[in-house]
């Protein structure tokens, strides 16, 4: 059973940075695939960002292509999400997900309690 733990949120001006982090625990960290989604007030979650179990593979949203960038450090079992400039659109609760495969993220058991992320402009 894998338990996940964000950690970095908060309010930030509008072209401003936020890392956003993910700690894993309760299993084999560097066997899963590792996914970012956000949920905005109103609106259905939707995907941010995935990282594959190695880091070798990564893919992103095209609203957060060339400015988001999604890292692992399996040492120390921690995802992270570094948000570059920010815009009050990325306004949301932002959860990491633990997957067998970036395919399947959004159908999996295993999430966070999310972090709130607020951009104001």
């Known amino acids: 059973q894998v338990q996940l733990v964000e950690s970095g949120g908060g309010l930030v001006q509008a072209g401003g940075s936020l890392r956003v982090s993910c700690a894993a625990s309760?299993?084999?960290?560097?066997?899963?695939?590792m996914g970012w989604f956000r949920q905005a007030p109103g609106k259905k979650r939707e995907f941010v960002a995935a990282?594959?179990?190695?880091?070798?593979?990564?893919y992103y949203a095209d609203s957060v292509k060339g400015r988001f960038t999604i890292s692992r450090d399996n040492a120390k079992n921690t995802v992270y999400l570094q948000m570059n400039s920010l815009k009050p659109e990325d306004t949301a609760v932002y959860y990491c997900s633990a997957g067998g495969t970036i395919a399947t993220l959004s159908e999996s058991n295993y999430w966070g309690q999310g972090t709130q992320v607020t951009v104001s402009s």
């Open positions: 309760g299993g084999t960290f560097s066997g899963y695939a």
């Open positions: 990282i594959s179990w190695s880091g070798g593979n990564t």
